[in-house]
């Protein structure tokens, strides 16, 4: 198996080779291994064989909004809407969403217990470290009764810690890298962990989680994300339709089985 600092390499690698091409000009989409590589390949494979996409798998740190707005992508597909708005702020810029696919549960996993009654006092439990994902978190944590967060959170406000209202069982938050979650769980209580990282780490989220997010209001959809420019290109279209397609949706659900979740009933 590829280490993380093998893929990184091979995918950076990968877009070097593909910017220094004179002749190739491939849409180039950068997306997570799991599930979002899988998706783009059954689109390119089964149901548009003919539409030229160049797929750079990548996990771990790289910033794959940066490597768009840079011009070495020119799409990518890993994120949900929140994420993106809080990486625009950052990167002072706009980009354009073309379609929504599935949502990845956000879940609790442990190897000490069986289940959330068995907390003890004092459990660790890791969250993931951005802004958005770290809200996401805490708001899961509350829904499975370990906490409560104050009142008084206007619509769209991102929790923090501070937040917290209520901890009757004491537990401590730790923050970590969300790539490094799966590796926390041995050293935690509890890991509270991004869908696609736990798929990548042989998780099976409808299964081995302890709670998973609803899927009913969910604003966490996943997202195909390239520039204003080409999001009138009629390769950006045409996958990005295939995307939000019943077909999609079918594949989701039979690949998946409830630990990705098709936004689109199909």
Do not use: C, W
């Not at 709670?211 to 045409?238: G, H």
């Not at 996958?239 to 594949?251: C, D, K, R």
């Amino acid at each position: 198996m590829l280490t993380l600092a093998r893929r990184t390499l091979i995918a950076v690698a990968a877009l070097a080779a593909l910017a220094g091409s004179a002749t190739a000009a491939p849409l180039r989409v950068v997306a997570s291994s799991v599930p979002h590589a899988e998706i783009l390949r059954f689109v390119t494979q089964k149901l548009a064989p003919d539409l030229d996409v160049a797929i750079i798998e990548i996990s771990g740190d790289i910033r794959p909004n940066a490597l768009v707005l840079n011009g070495d992508a020119d799409a990518n597909f890993f994120q949900h809407g929140p994420y993106l708005r809080s990486e625009e702020k950052q990167l002072g810029t706009t980009f354009a969403v073309t379609a929504a696919t599935h949502i990845e549960p956000l879940g609790i996993y442990s190897r000490k217990i069986g289940k959330l009654s068995e907390v003890p006092a004092g459990a660790t439990v890791a969250v993931p470290n951005n802004v958005t994902n770290l809200s996401r978190a805490l708001n899961l944590l509350q829904a499975s009764g370990l906490i409560t967060l104050k009142s008084g959170l206007a619509d769209g406000q991102l929790a923090t810690p501070s937040d917290i209202a209520d901890n009757p069982k004491a537990i401590s938050i730790v923050q970590v890298a969300p790539p490094q979650l799966p590796r926390s769980i041995d050293d935690v209580t509890l890991a509270v962990i991004n869908g696609n990282y736990a798929l990548e780490a042989g998780l099976t989220p409808a299964t081995d989680a302890l709670a998973l997010e609803k899927a009913e209001n969910n604003p966490y959809a996943n997202i195909f994300v390239t520039t204003p420019a080409l999001a009138t290109d009629p390769r950006v279209q045409r996958l990005s339709a295939l995307l939000a397609s019943p077909e999609v949706a079918a594949f989701i659900r039979e690949t998946y089985r409830g630990s990705v979740i098709a936004v689109h009933g199909g």
